[in-house]
């Protein structure tokens, strides 16, 4: 959509052309904006609440800058996951007001504050072991990009289960809880069973041979005997930050009639 398009669209709602609901619709569907090797879709987060995130892996530092660059000029908020530490020092050289979440591998604008009207509550993320914590933390800079409140706790799995008995009052009040972990995938059905929290699991590839990259513990946690818990894909910790973040948001149309608008 470009400005022309807009200002279109604006006087026609001006002039008693098209209502407020059919300008709405136009904004949720027009095409997005081509540039090489990509098609930016800015108006995502009307549709879905979720905006466009770009997948770091596989794209050149180059593609990442311009693509970057699309948001920037839109003023809107920018995430690429899966950004190793050299794509990000090239990225960062070409647009020094982005910042790289080292730990997390994601590449940001600056991250929004919290509204919290906007949202449930807070959002736990729990990590198994201290070798889970680049998805928890992929987790949590989604979670807090997306405008949660965000807290951790890491290192704290099943062979030491006194760690999370320590946390019991942050997990009994979490609106949402993210539970990391590899090996054989037992946390997140002991979280389950502690709290009546919706609680995301997130499988990580972290564990010796018979873990199979992680498909141990996938399969562990979409077995749980906890009732509701629910597993996203191996070491997806963008993944369950929107499906947390989904939860945790307060849908809440704008009523025309509460605003003052008429149609």
């Not at 933390?137 to 807290?151: D, K, M, Y």
Request: hydrophobic fraction near 45%; proline fraction near 5%.
């Amino acid at each position: 959509m470009n400005q022309e398009s807009i200002l279109k669209l604006l006087q026609s709602v001006q002039q008693g052309e098209s209502s407020v609901e059919q300008a709405m619709d136009t904004l949720r569907h027009m095409p997005g904006q081509y540039i090489k090797d990509a098609c930016i879709d800015h108006h995502r987060s009307l549709r879905t609440g979720i905006p466009e995130v770009i997948y770091g892996e596989g794209k050149a530092a180059e593609q990442i800058v311009a693509i970057a660059k699309t948001f920037i000029a839109q003023k809107t908020l920018f995430l690429a996951t899966r950004v190793d530490a050299a794509k990000a020092e090239y990225v960062l050289g070409k647009l020094p007001d982005l910042q790289f979440h080292k730990a997390a591998g994601i590449l940001s604008s600056a991250l929004p504050e919290v509204n919290p009207e906007k949202v449930r509550g807070n959002i736990l993320i729990l990590c198994a072991g201290t070798s889970d914590i680049p998805v928890a933390e992929e987790a949590r800079i989604t979670a807090l990009a997306f405008g949660n409140p965000v807290s951790t706790h890491y290192d704290a799995g099943v062979a030491g289960l006194h760690r999370l008995f320590h946390k019991q009052k942050d997990i009994l009040s979490a609106s949402v809880i993210i539970v990391v972990a590899g090996m054989e995938g037992a946390l997140p059905s002991v979280v389950s069973g502690m709290c009546s929290a919706p609680v995301v699991a997130v499988p990580t590839s972290i564990g010796y041979g018979t873990s199979f990259g992680g498909i141990t513990a996938l399969l562990g946690m979409l077995n749980s005997c906890a009732p509701g818990l629910a597993v996203v894909n191996i070491d997806n910790g963008f993944g369950a930050a929107c499906h947390a973040s989904a939860i945790n948001r307060k849908n809440t149309p704008v009523s025309l009639q509460e605003s003052g608008s008429t149609v």
